[in-house]
Structures are given as C-alpha cells and as structure tokens.
C-alpha cells in the first residue's frame, strides 16, 4: 500500500490558510452551512429565527470593530448552538484558524466534544470535509482539521491558559467556572491574554446565565444608566465592562407601539404574562415568536423611536455585551417561568433554604440573585425588644416538638453548651432553654462539683444522655404535663485538646447510645466546607487505614457534615421575619443582652455567601440555632403535612410524647424515648486480610 502523501492533496488542504477570509456574516454563513441533530436523530440547518438574539452576537463575533463579546441570558435560549457551536463552524469554513473551547471541568468537556461538536460535525457535510483523515488528529479533546488549524475542547485550568496563543477563545457557563484558575486570574483575564497576539482578528466570547450573588443589596438602577447590571462578580461584571445592549420588543398595540424590554419587572406574576409598561396591554405567549424575530438590542446611551430608528451615543469600547432575560428565551414557556419561581418561592417559605429559589432566579430568569439575608450585622438590641415576656423554661403553646443542640467547648473554660428549642408549623420556632454543662455534680445533685474534660473522659459524655437527651420542660397550659427532648445535636468539632480526641469520645457514646438503643434520637454533626452543596449530608467516617489518627473512626457511626453557610442564612432568615408564624424565631426575655450578641456576631461576606466573625467574641447561639435546624430537617418536619403529622410532632391533645411526671426533677421526669424514625446502619463489607 502507498503511503505518500499527495502533494496536490497537501496543496489544496493547506490553500484555505492562505485564502482570505471570506467576507460573510456569522449568522448567514452558519445558516447555510451548520446541521444540528435534534434528540430524535433528525438533523436540520440551523434557523435564525427560532432565537433572532443571537443573531447581532453572533456577528460581532466575526467583527473586527471588537475584542470580545458577552452574552448573558438564561437557560433555553439556544445561546450555546449560535455563539459556540455556530462560531466554531464558521471558523472551520470561513476563516481557519486556531480556538480553545473551555467548559467548566473535564467531565463537561468530554461531554460537549462527544455530544454536540462531534455530531455536528458529522452532520454537516462542509465541516466534515475539512476534519483530518489522520485518526490520531481527531480525539474527544483535540481537533485538527486538513487546513493546519486546531481546536482545543478544554477546562479551566493554568497549564491550559498558559503559553498557547489562540486566534478565538470561547468560555461557555461562565459563572459556574472557578473564579480563581490556578491562582492566576479569572478565566476571563486569561482567555483575553491568549487572542491578544492576533490584534484585531483575536475574539474572546464568554457566554453564561448569571451565578453569582449580587454585592450590594442597597444598589439602586441609576436613572442615566438604564441597562447597567447590578454590581456582581463573574459575567455581569464583565457585561458592565461592554456596551451593555439590552433585548426590547415593540408593543403590538397600535396606539402605543413603544419598545420595552422583556424583563421580570415587566411579567404579570398573578396571570403569566409579559405586559407593556407604557399601555399596560398584556401579551399572549403565542405573540412571542414574532416579538423576537423582530426585537432589537439597543446599547446603553441609546434608544429605538417608534419607527424603529436608533439614536443616542452608545458607550465607547472593544466589548460587545448583551444581556437579555428569561421572557424571551425561544425555548422557555412563560407558564414555565411562573410555575419555577412559584414553587422555588414556597420552598423558601417552608424552609427558609433559598438554594432553588436563586437557581431559578439564575437559570430560568436570567437574574443575579440578591440574597435574603442582607450583609450587615444584626442589631442585637433590636431582637432583645422584640423578645416575649415568657416563663423561663416552660413550652409556649404552639410548640409540637422539642430539639436540643450541644457545642463542646474546650480550652480553660471545658464545658458543654446546651441549647433547646421548641418547634411549630411550618419551621415556627421557639428558644427555651439555654444551658452549660461545665461540671459534674451527680445525678441528684448532691455530691462534690467535678470539673468535665470531654476530650478525655468518657464518663462526661455520659451528662448529654442524663442532663439533655432525658430532660423534660412542662406545658405552658398549667396542666402538669410534661414533653421531653425528641432529638438532640452534638458538634464533634471541639476547640482544643484536639478535635480528634472530642470527635474519639463522640464516636464511643454514640456506640453506647446505640446499645442502649437512643441512637435514632442523636445526630453528630460537624461543619463542612464553604464549598459543601447540601445543608446536610450523611457520612459514614473510617480512618481506620490511619493508624496515628485518634478519632477512632470505623464507619460504623453515621456524621452529619452541614452546609453551615447554607443552614445560617435560614437561620438569619429567620431572625428577619418580623410577624409570628412560618419560620418566625421566638425568643424570651429571660435571656441577657449577652446571648442575642450571640447570635448576631456573625457577618455573612456578600460575594461569597460565607459566614465568619470579624473578631473573637462568641458565638454559641448562632451556631446553636444551626445544629437544631439541623435536627428539625433530619426528623423530616419539613416535608409534615401539619395536620396529620406523626403522633410526636400532634397537637398538645393528640401529642403521643406528654405526660404527667411522677417527681418534681425537671431532668428526671422522661417518658420512654420517643420513636422517631430509626436509621439504618450501613453494613461494612469484611477487608481481606493480606
């Protein structure tokens, strides 16, 4: 077989770098030449006016009038077949030269290039024709094509941003990338510095519905400044950098006929309709299509007459940006949008988790979200007026379940941290009890105080099952009856003496609980990292492989790591609220100026959602408040119906856990444990022995 080369072959390939590029915009040139294989296995070229959008992008993309462009919008928008997959084919066709994709990590890489690329590719008879022969040119993360040129389908990292100079760049999902790459820079400083060599025909295009918290929580929409986005890291940072054009639509009306934007601001919530902010007329969803096929971007500095003509001055600079909202999306019904926002909303309400609500804001609505919580520090002062005039100890009326939380303090002052709550309806919450345990005096309270040391005396633990986990408060109704503890938190992160040997001692009376049979009404739980998804999240530790680690972990104790940013913007929302009911936080008088300092020490960073003290004062009850939210989420009180909830969590006349006491002690008077769903252990599966 002959395995020379063609030198005609080799001529005509490589012809296409030496041609000019052909003089055509993005939009038509992707029109006439891209496939795109629908779910079904059908394939069809490309349509402009499913999403007429990107159109204007699209074609700035290939303009050398710009360094970048930016698209901002919501999810179903068909941004990422026009901006990336249109561009990409374009470039193969029209104008040959070297591109980076990067995804947001590996995995999506692969996926893009195996998913999307490689099946238009394949379905679109020009671009196929200039793929390599050579099988080893082609593979899921690299593309060379007969002209010479290449295609990286890449993830955000330093070695892939260093050294390598490419003529186009695309970042697709901007917002969900890391925003430090390899402690260099943002993905968009390092894409940027990449074109720069190729002068004016280099192109950066960073593409992404909005994913990062807006900062500011006072900013107000400057009137000069119509379509400036709110201050946010991330894309709508790099928005404000560009042109800032927005997506309007003419009113059909024939009297008003005046351009507005397709914004939320401009959606009826009750019926489900864009309406006209300048005649009120409400639209019908079927208009959409024609609204978009002949909708505008204007530019900041600018405005449409009625006759469609652009005036104004927009604002000088190499970045083209569009931001456009969840309305127009082609793909996204607006009954979808209502029912998203709706059910992300009641979830907020129920749980006072705001993780869906602000995935819909992003995704769905094209929005940066504004977190719940507003970034000041909490005036303790203004929570200490509010408190009710309540009797210490006691169970307000209102109150199905009690929970109890413990923090373990290390250091001089040894000691447990005990706090109790009460709780309603719909997350409503009542502070009883607040309580340390520093000392050992028997358990009727008749022999010498011996001081605790949980890091190293068993026995002290052995306080949590008599002191809390049996403790009892009576009703508020004077009847005599008691409830007691239904389940109880204990943080396994202690302060000093080392945490393993806090976490060793935590992990052992577990086991004693369990053999005593109270593990279904003990949860350990420790603090995750600021990354950590889920507010709550079963682990089942084992260092057993570890032999200079103390905590004895075998995986046989189930932990509990929490999402604590994610539980204390709950718990703050739930200091907020001002009227009683769903999610409102009671607290008594009886407690000191001191513990409502406590709980609003904290200060939550706004860019990055996280919560830390700005100094070293205390602050036990916020984060006691976390740990019994956590009880109340794993008892499943979230998800009760409130009329039929299981017998503990009834009325005090239906309630299964009161009862009267036999005696007058308050840590005495228990009823057998209350029967909460039990937890089933995971099996360990035997180790050979080598």
Known sequence: MNSTADAAAIRRDIATLLRPPRRVKVSDA????????????????????KAPYVIEPMDCLGSRRYDAVVFVGPARTGKTIGLIDGFVCYKIINDPGDGLIVQI???????????????????????????????????????TFRAGNYLAIKWPSKNVFASSDYQFVLLTDYDRMVENVGGEGSGWVLASKRTQSFG???????????????????????????????PTTGILDIYNQGDRRRWYWQCPQPRCRHW????????????????????????????????NIHGRWVPEGCELTIDGELIGTPRETRIASFWMEGPAAALQTWQSLLT??????????????????????????????????????????HLLERSEDVERRTVPHGVRFLT?????????????????????????????????????????????????????????WDLLTRDVLNRSYRLADGSGRRMPITAMAVDTGGESDGDESVTSQAYDWYRRLRRDGLQSRAYLVKGGSSKTANRVSKTWPDNTSRKSRRSRARGDVPLYILGTDLLKDTVVGMMDRDDPGAGYMHTPNWLGRWWFDELTYEVRDPATGKWSKPGKRPNEAFDLCVYNLTVFILLGAEKFVWDNPPPWAMEWERNALLFYPDGDSEASDVLPPPKVAPRKRRRRVAKPRI
């Open 30 to 49: 992707v029109a006439e030449s891209m496939y795109v294989v629908h779910g079904n296995g059908t394939k069809s070229l490309w349509d402009p006016k």
């Open 105 to 143: 990590s590996e995995e999506k890489a692969r996926e893009y290039s195996k998913k999307r690329l490689e099946r238009a590719f394949n379905a679109s008879p020009d671009i196929a024709s200039r793929l390599s022969p050579r099988g080893h040119d082609n593979n899921v993360h690299d593309k």
């Open 200 to 230: 004016s025909t280099g192109m950066t295009l960073v593409e992404s519905s909005p994913g990062r918290l807006i900062i500011d929580p006072d900013w107000r929409q400057p009137s000069d400044e119509p379509h400036r986005a709110p």
């Open 260 to 291: 507005f934007m397709p914004i939320k601001e401009n959606f009826n919530m009750q019926r489900g309709h864009v309406f006209c902010p300048h005649c009120s007329a409400e639209l019908e969803h079927t208009q959409k299509r024609s609204l």
């Open 340 to 381: 998203k926002l709706k059910a992300a909303e009641e979830t907020f309400e129920v749980t006072g988790n705001q993780k869906d609500l602000q995935s819909v804001t992003n995704v769905d609505w094209g929005r940066p979200y504004l977190n719940k919580v507003t970034t000041s520090q909490r005036s303790s002062l």
């Open 404 to 460: 109890a939380a413990v923090d373990v303090q290390g250091g001089k002052n040894r000691r447990f941290v005990v706090q109790v709550h009460g709780w309603g309806r719909n997350r409503e919450m009542w502070v009883i009890d607040r309580f340390n345990i520093s000392e050992d005096r028997g358990s009727d309270n008749d022999q010498e105080p011996r001081p605790i040391n949980p890091a190293t005396r068993p026995e002290d």
